[in-house]
C-alpha cells in the first residue's frame, strides 16, 4: 500500500534500551537520595555545650540541696501552684524533665511509670514538661500512659535551677532534700540502682 512505512526492529529496540535506561537512572536517583537521608535521631536536646569528646553532658550538683520551687500541674495550669516540698511529703524524689519533639524522652516515659508503679509508695514521682504548650503536653501524657504527677517548666526556669543541660533530665532527690545524682539522656539503664539507693 502506498505511504505505509514500515518500522525497523532494531529502531523499536534501541527506542526501548533508552526509555528503559532513563526509568532506572530515575529510579536509582530517588534510592540514593534516600540513602543520603539521616536514619538517627538525635540521642538527646542539648541545652548548654557538651564535652568535645562527643560523650553527653551531665549537670553536677550532687550533695548539694535541691532548689525550692513549686510548679503548675498540667491537668490544672491555671490553679494553684503546687509547693515540690509539700508534694514529696519527706520522701524522696525523682523529677524527669520531658519534651514532646524529644526521642529520649518519650522512649523513657513507659520506664519511668513501671518504676512509679514499683516505687511509687517510697518516691515521689514528678515529670515536669518542658517549654510547649498544655496540649502537646497532654497528648504525650496519654500517648506514653503516664500516671504520676505531671507539672509544667513552661520558660525553662525549674531545669535551670537544677543546671540541667540537656533532655531528658532527671534528678533524684534524697529524703533530705539533697540531690544524690542528676542524669541527663535516656536513664533507663540507671534507672533501677537509682531508686534503689534512694530507698536504701
Do not use: W
Not at 17 to 45: K, R
Not at 100 to 125: H, I, N, R, S, T
Not at 131 to 142: A, K, N, P, T
Request: hydrophobic share 40%; with cysteine; charged share 25%.
Amino acid at each position: 500500500m502506498a505511504g505505509s512505512r514500515v518500522r525497523s526492529p532494531f529502531g523499536v529496540a534501541l527506542v526501548a534500551t533508552v526509555l528503559a535506561g532513563l526509568v532506572t537512572a530515575l529510579v536509582l536517583s530517588f534510592v540514593l537520595e534516600d540513602d543520603e537521608a539521616p536514619t538517627e535521631e538525635p540521642a538527646q536536646l542539648t541545652l548548654a555545650p557538651g564535652p568535645d569528646d562527643g560523650t553527653v553532658p551531665q549537670s553536677d550538683l550532687q550533695g548539694r540541696p535541691a532548689p525550692a520551687f513549686s510548679f503548675a500541674r498540667l491537668e490544672d495550669p491555671e490553679g494553684e501552684e503546687v509547693d515540690f516540698e509539700t508534694f514529696r511529703d519527706g520522701r524522696p524524689a525523682l523529677v524527669n524533665f520531658f519534651y514532646k519533639d524529644c526521642p529520649p524522652c518519650v522512649v523513657e516515659m513507659p520506664a519511668l511509670q513501671a518504676a512509679y508503679e514499683d516505687y511509687g509508695d517510697e518516691v515521689a514521682f514528678l515529670g515536669l514538661s518542658y517549654q510547649e504548650s498544655v496540649e502537646d503536653g497532654l497528648e504525650l501524657v496519654e500517648r506514653t500512659g503516664v500516671t504520676y504527677e505531671i507539672g509544667r517548666d513552661p520558660s525553662g526556669e525549674l531545669i535551670t535551677a537544677f543546671a540541667g543541660v540537656g533532655l531528658p533530665t532527671t534528678v533524684f532527690i534524697a529524703a533530705d532534700g539533697t540531690i544524690n545524682a542528676t542524669h541527663t539522656g535516656d536513664v533507663r539503664a540507671d534507672l533501677e540502682a537509682e531508686l534503689e539507693e534512694l530507698v536504701a
